[in-house]
């Protein structure tokens, strides 16, 4: 093959191969600089940590339903469990009977010392992104955190943290928790404004 030839078909395949690594990357939050307006800024800084927000990981422990879901189709947690008062399950079934302390490779339940799903007011199933970031900033369906504590919460949360280890086949949320950490505090810093819904 002629030098010229065999040096196209390594950059094609060089690009294609970067192409497909980037979808489960996350940009950071300087390749948005060139965006003017600060407002837009933060909007789209948002919309690409919505990658997070809105992947299965996250969305399967924030539904809309007593019910958690699974699987990257969301599909309803078999067996049938509930959330219960606190979170944690029925009282007769506790999300701890089934998750343990840490991913359990041979039978592929996930796991984590404080397994539990999100209360429902923070619930992001089938709401829009715009919907999820207006309620992310909401005292009264945030969990009474201020902006400062939401950012601790999804950097350095260990659970949070999980979405990047999931174990098994399960898909990992896109970058990592401190690319994602870092997205959500530029987002913060350049006045936490929202995607809006068309």
């Not at 944690?88 to 999300?95: D, I, S, T, V």
């Not at 840490?102 to 039978?107: E, G, H, L, Q």
């Not at 990047?164 to 530029?186: C, D, I, N, Y």
Request: glycine share 10%; net charge neutral; charged share 20%.
């Amino acid at each position: 093959m002629p030098r010229s030839k065999a040096w196209f078909a390594v950059s094609v395949l060089a690009s294609t191969a970067a192409s497909l690594s980037s979808a489960d990357d996350l940009r950071s939050p300087e390749s948005f600089s060139s965006t003017g307006n600060q407002a837009e800024r933060s909007r789209a800084i948002f919309i690409e940590a919505g990658r997070v927000f809105q992947h299965p990981r996250c969305l399967n422990c924030h539904p809309a339903a007593e019910r958690p879901t699974q699987g990257e189709d969301l599909h309803p947690h078999s067996p049938l469990v509930v959330r219960g008062l606190d979170d944690r399950g029925a009282a007769a079934l506790r999300c701890t009977t089934c998750h343990g302390a840490a991913n359990f490779a041979p039978s592929g339940v996930p796991g984590h010392p404080l397994w539990h799903m999100a209360p429902g007011e923070m619930a992001w199933q089938g709401k829009s992104l715009a919907q999820i970031c207006e309620q992310i900033k909401d005292p009264r369906h945030n969990g009474g955190r201020t902006l400062a504590q939401i950012h601790e919460h999804v950097a350095y949360d260990s659970l949070v943290g999980w979405a990047w280890r999931p174990g098994g086949s399960r898909k990992p949320a896109p970058g990592t928790q401190e690319e994602f950490g870092a997205l959500v505090a530029a987002w913060i810093e350049s006045g936490a404004a929202c995607p809006v819904d068309h």
